[in-house]
């Protein structure tokens, strides 16, 4: 697989997952909340932190009527406005800098999600080293061509998009100046049914576009992403909060610090697990090899005596021969007196 370079970070090949931790609208419009998420993603473990950059003018028009009203009942912020809900999640632009530089100094590698051309200008001034593109804004592709153009890696959350949509999305990235691309599998529903997330489809990606992929994973738990890591995905990013009871616009399908930490190790040890194909014995399996079943002795014999089920036992441990040769004993005499528990080997066998 190819590698990608995000700040000091390699993705792919034979590095383990890069967890991003999504701080998203939990800061819950304080700095100082949100400098305490980017504490406890570096305390979790997560190697990359994620914000989003837009204001609610630059998402919507201020109207609370029509489509810019939420009338849908299964959705986590009925009965809001686009507009207000925008204006409580946004993370205003002022804070950036403070964000960035507290992942600098913990290790973190801090970038974010531009919503217009005006957020990638910004961004650029504050020299991230890549930029995430939101579901809702992967069909953006005068976005698409704007963020290309800087050169820097580009991961793209598919959620919604057709097949179609996404090649014409990728395409135009390429085309206009970007080669490093992570597709990330995505199900735009808060929270994600694992029945709606379909997992399958990050292999399809990565052979279809020929490019790294990963998971933006909405659903609850960490299950989903575990498994994603069996099936390639090289960036998992999850949204997270510190306390899904003080709640917060995305805290519902957040995980909690310790969670964001169980999900770190969890798709390290899957990624780790899954190893390379072998067969035979591993170096940490040469003391298991003795108590394998093997042919034993299982009563006192006198030499010339035959062998029967009842003297010869297939049992642990495995000094003896395999139990594959039992019928080659069976009936047979044995060479010499042997006493009960003797390995059998072939100088036993008589005629």
């Known amino acids: 697989m190819n590698t ?20 998203s609208g939990n800061h819950n419009q304080s700095l100082e909340r949100a400098l305490a998420l980017v504490d406890a993603a570096a305390l979790a473990g997560c190697k990359a932190l994620k ?18 009203h939420i009338e849908d009942k299964n959705s986590l912020w009925q009965g809001r406005s686009l507009y207000d809900l925008y204006q409580e999640a946004h993370t205003p632009w002022s804070w950036h800098k403070a964000i960035f530089d507290r992942c600098k100094k913990l290790g973190l590698i801090g970038f974010s999600t531009p919503f217009d051309e005006s957020a990638v200008d910004f961004l650029e001034s504050l020299n991230v080293p890549c930029y995430k593109i939101a579901s809702f804004e992967n069909a953006d592709l005068p976005l698409i061509r704007r963020i290309a153009a800087t050169g820097k890696p580009m991961i793209i959350s598919t959620g919604m998009a ?34 709606d997330t379909n997992l399958r489809t990050i292999t399809h990606m990565a052979e279809l576009f020929g490019c790294q992929v990963g998971l933006s994973d909405h659903t609850l738990g960490i299950g989903a992403a575990v498994v994603s890591v069996a099936l390639g995905a090289t960036i998992i990013e999850k949204h997270f909060t510190l306390s899904r009871a003080e709640g917060g616009v995305d805290s519902a399908f957040s995980l909690e610090p ?79 007196a042997v006493t009960k528990g003797t390995p059998i080997s072939w100088e036993l066998l008589g005629r």
Not at 324 to 331: P, Q, R, S
């Open 4 to 23: 990608i370079r995000i700040g000091d970070m390699t993705v792919g090949g034979g590095h383990n997952p890069l967890v991003v931790a999504e701080l």
């Open 51 to 68: 914000i989003q950059t837009y204001t609610a003018d630059t998402m919507t028009l201020n109207l609370d009527q029509g489509e810019f």
């Open 162 to 195: 057709t097949l179609a949509e996404l090649d014409e999305t990728v395409r135009t990235a390429r085309q206009s100046g970007c080669q490093d691309i992570i597709l990330l599998k995505c199900t735009s529903s808060y929270p994600a049914s694992p029945a």
């Open 258 to 336: 310790q969670e964001l930490k169980q999900l770190v190790n969890e798709t390290e040890r899957a990624w780790i697990a899954l190893g390379q194909v072998r067969y035979g014995t591993t170096a940490p399996e040469e003391n298991s090899r003795l108590y394998r079943r093997s042919l034993y002795v299982a009563k006192d014999m006198k030499a010339g005596e035959v062998f029967t089920k009842e003297n010869l036992r297939a049992i642990r441990p495995g000094l003896g021969l395999a139990p594959k040769y039992m019928e080659l004993f069976l009936g047979k005499k044995v060479a010499k």
